[in-house]
Nanobody, 126 residues
Framework: VQLQASGGGLVQAGGSLRLSCAAS????????IGWFRQAPGQEREFVAV????????NYADSVKGRFTISRDVVKDTVLLQMNGLKSEDTAVYCC????????????????????WGQGTQVTVSS
């Protein structure tokens, strides 16, 4: 499946954005869909992940309480609602899938994810 992230842009600190990750094909029950971000000169960082079947979620501590990941099972889309944005949230955000034939625990490691989409730039001005 091919993934395409969209919804990025320029926003003032304290503002909100909603990112969307659209798939070219269906997600499957045991898939995990994650969001990662990478700021210039920094390592790729885990943001959030959702289990496709049950909708269970997990977040990085840095975004917990501000970001919400959700899924639209009709549109095969994963959303990332970002509220209370801070300048340190500025990065390129990418979505990725971790595909498995069986249920697996959540992972925050990029190497566990099989397919990656193009990123979308989020810039937060202070």
């Amino acid at each position: 499946v091919q993934l395409q992230a969209s919804g990025g842009g320029l926003v003032q600190a304290g503002g909100s954005l909603r990112l969307s990750c659209a798939a070219s094909g269906p997600f499957f029950s045991n898939d995990h869909i994650g969001w990662f971000r990478q700021a210039p000169g920094q390592e790729r960082e885990f943001v959030a992940v959702i289990n496709w079947r049950a909708g269970k979620t997990n977040y990085a501590d840095s975004v917990k309480g501000r970001f919400t990941i959700s899924r639209d099972v009709v549109k095969d889309t994963v959303l990332l609602q970002m509220n209370g944005l801070k300048s340190e949230d500025t990065a390129v955000y990418c979505c990725a899938t971790r595909r498995s034939q069986r249920a697996t625990p959540f992972s925050s490691f990029a190497y566990d994810y099989n397919e990656w989409g193009q990123g979308t730039q989020v810039t937060v001005s202070s």
